[in-house]
């Protein structure tokens, strides 16, 4: 055949053998050989059986999706599976690794499916704003049911190998030689002789199905989609494979598949899905440069923000030393962190030995000396310069020469604080986001003399505890906060001018975010932000009178809205109306209808503007980085595709004649174009080279 297909044989089983390295994706070169050897094979009356599996660390991982918007050239996935169910011998998928997409579907051509213990099995192309386009939806739940079949779908989730053997998509799971297995099993299935049926042509776990049960659950599926249409697809195909013959609901399911692939929600999934590799790659830190192992990670600070990068680390299996100042604060701490893991053990999503096996990773101390050992310590108290530096200070004098050092600061300058210890080389930021343990973006802040190994270490125990990490550069806010700082810089005028809290917010939540900006900062506490602008001599009327009036936001209940009753449901409040009122009327201004475009050209076009400010200035190396920072920190749609992509989309000229209306209207910086945003205007699209 050619070096991505081969055929072996073993006796009367023959083997197929995909080899595409490194996740031996679908690509042509591979379909148009893999074609070709089933047919050869299916027509070879001296096979009794095929099994079919791949060479490398997985099976097919999925469809290229370099692919994906371009012209597919014969034969497709779905040629290759039609042929597949025509063999009149039994045909075996042996599955390692991962087989994900059209790997899966794949296999689902086949008459049996079997896994290695450690394998894991889905359909993930919801997350690429796309549905399964070989049938999976149609195929899927004539094995698992209908039920099963929109949960992974939709969830778009893989399951293991053993859950899949329970639920009925795989026939059986190895803990051992693999393809052994598979042969002995094809060849135990070829002497059995009877009857063999195509999955197409099974109706049992369909034929009864509880179509409103169904519908209820795809409702509810619905309802959590949040404006994506990938999800909705998923659902409705699936529901066509109970509902309708097997040929017209997969016909139903290529035409969903092209209507979401020429969207632009997928368009923008499949730029966040490359965006996030491209992140990973650093200017200057190559394979060369190798990373320090880190055996134990110290954490300074017990708080909120302390106690959940902690949990991070013992999540992904790295031992922490936590210290605070004093034994109630260090007690305090743990106790939050206890409780959170007995939350999760509540819920079923963590066992009791697991949460006690994380707890015991923590070592708890008042002492900074028992940092000593540590190979990275983090520093995770109040957000004031002369304090951070004290801690550094600390840490400098007892940890060892090679160890790292990290601020979790969210705005103050990396490099100042670097320029405190006498290691700066070995200083840099790690901007968790909060909830720490949950949140899955960490920006990683390179400072002037961070060295490369450093700089290296920190992106692979990014990896190793499940965080997406961006690298980004040393400014006021880093990315995510200054853009945010941008964003938020006209909201208070646009209410003494006329908008109330719950109408902004609503423009927000309908846009698609998961919340507006003034749930956001009852949520995360209006005295933090107060405490900040006396720090730096600013005021906000609004914000300030709330604060005064102890309305802190929900750990009050009562912020810009009511919580009644401990709930985290925000009701307007007819106070803060009167507030708003009596300002817009001390400063003698009219108040008018606010409309919701005016609403996103003040807030968003802004927080663009500044986007490109932090590309100009080198802060971040690429407008996909600032996309993959919004998405993963921030709360940004993600079928909008990040800041900088729906920038685009929504016209690069378009935004610039609104900015500059509203700089005229108001003499505010925030709303000046940078030269990049109008360059972008004269051309339509940011440069690749800033």
């Known amino acids: ?62 469809a290229d999706i370099t692919e994906f918007g371009k012209p597919m050239r014969k034969p497709e996935l779905r040629d290759i599976i039609a042929v597949l169910e025509t063999i009149q011998k039994p045909t075996v998928a042996a599955i390692h690794g991962t087989a994900l997409g059209g790997g ?34 149609i195929r899927l739940p004539r094995l698992v049911g209908p039920e099963m079949a929109l949960k992974a779908i939709v969830s778009g989730t893989p399951m293991a190998a053993p859950e899949a053997l329970s639920v009925g998509l795989v026939d059986a799971v190895f803990d ?40 209820a659950e795809a409702a509810e599926l619905a309802r959590k989609a949040r404006g994506l249409e990938a999800p909705l697809a998923c659902a409705q195909s699936v529901r066509n494979a ?74 992904g299996a790295i031992p922490v030393t936590l210290l605070e100042m004093n034994r109630e604060a260090l007690d305090r701490g743990l106790a939050m962190i206890d409780k959170n893991y007995s939350i999760s053990v509540a819920r079923g999503s963590l066992t009791e030995s697991a949460k006690a096996k994380r707890m015991a990773g923590l ?101 190793t505890i499940g965080k997406i990490p961006v690298v980004v550069g040393v400014c006021h806010g880093f990315v995510g906060n200054r853009m945010l700082s941008a964003r938020s810089r006209d909201a208070e005028a646009l209410l003494i001018e006329g908008a109330l809290p719950e109408q902004i917010d609503k423009v927000f939540t309908d846009f698609g975010w998961p919340m507006g900006p003034f749930q956001m900062y009852d949520l995360a506490g209006l005295d933090i932000g107060w405490r900040n602008r006396k720090a730096r001599g600013e005021t906000a009327a609004i914000a300030d009178a709330l604060c005064e009036q102890g309305r802190f936001g929900q750990k009050s209940g009562k912020g810009f809205y009511l919580y009644e009753g401990g709930s985290r449901i925000p009701l307007p409040d007819p106070h803060v109306r009167t507030l708003i ?24 076009y802004p927080m663009i503007n500044e986007g490109t400010k932090i590309l100009e200035e080198g802060i971040a190396a690429r407008a996909s980085d600032i996309d993959i920072v919004w998405v993963n920190g921030y709360g940004f749609p993600v079928g909008k595709g990040g800041p900088m992509f729906w920038a685009e989309l929504e016209g690069f000229g378009k935004i610039v004649e609104r900015l500059e209306h509203w700089h005229e209207q108001t003499a505010k910086d925030v709303f000046k174009p940078s030269r990049l945003l109008r360059r972008a205007a004269e051309t339509g699209k940011l440069p690749a080279n800033i």
């Not at 099993?185 to 002789?193: D, P, Q, S």
């Not at 009596?582 to 996103?600: H, Q, T």
């Open 104 to 137: 899966l579907e794949l296999t689902l051509g086949c008459h049996f499916r079997v896994a290695d213990v450690n394998a894991r099995l889905g359909l993930p192309e919801v997350k690429l704003g796309l549905l399964p386009g070989g049938g999976g939806t």
């Open 581 to 604: 009122e009596a300002i817009s009327a001390e400063r003698e201004i009219e108040r008018r209808p606010i409309s919701a475009a005016e609403i996103i050209e003040r807030t968003l």
């Open 363 to 463: 070592t708890a101390t008042i002492n900074y000396a028992d940092l000593a050992d540590c190979d990275l310590v983090i520093e995770a108290v109040f957000e004031d310069m002369s304090v951070k530096k004290e801690v550094f200070g600390k840490l400098d004098a007892v940890l060892k020469p090679d160890a790292i050092l990290a601020t979790n600061t969210s705005y103050l300058d990396v490099n100042e604080i670097a320029a405190s210890v006498a290691r700066p080389e070995n200083l840099l930021g790690l901007h968790f986001f909060s909830p720490a343990n949950v949140m899955k973006l960490l920006e990683i802040v390179r400072g002037e003399q961070t060295a490369p190994e450093v700089l290296a270490t920190a992106l692979a125990l990014a990896k």
């Open 176 to 215: 051992g030689d693999l393809l052994s297995n598979a042969i002995g099993f094809a060849r135990r299935k070829a002497a059995e002789g009877g009857s063999l049926v195509a999955v197409r042509d099974r109706s049992e776990r369909i034929a009864n199905a509880d179509l409103a049960r169904f519908d």
């Open 1 to 62: 055949m050619t070096e991505a297909v081969t055929i072996t044989r073993d006796g009367n089983i023959a083997v197929v053998t995909v080899d595409n390295p490194p996740v031996n994706a679908l690509s042509f070169h591979v379909r148009e050989p893999l074609l070709a050897a089933l047919e050869t094979l299916g027509g070879d009356a001296s096979v009794a059986a095929i099994v079919l599996g791949c060479a490398g660390r997985t099976f097919v991982a999925g």
């Open 242 to 315: 109970i509902t309708l013959p097997f040929d017209e609901a997969l016909a139903e399911e290529r035409a969903l598949f092209a209507k979401l692939v020429s969207g632009d929600q997928s368009r923008a999934q499949r730029h966040l899905f490359f965006a996030e590799r491209e992140a990973a790659k650093v200017a200057g830190i190559g394979k060369e440069v190798k990373p320090r192992p880190i055996a134990r990670i110290g954490i300074v600070g017990a708080g909120t923000m302390g106690g959940g990068i902690a949990m991070a680390f013992v999540n």
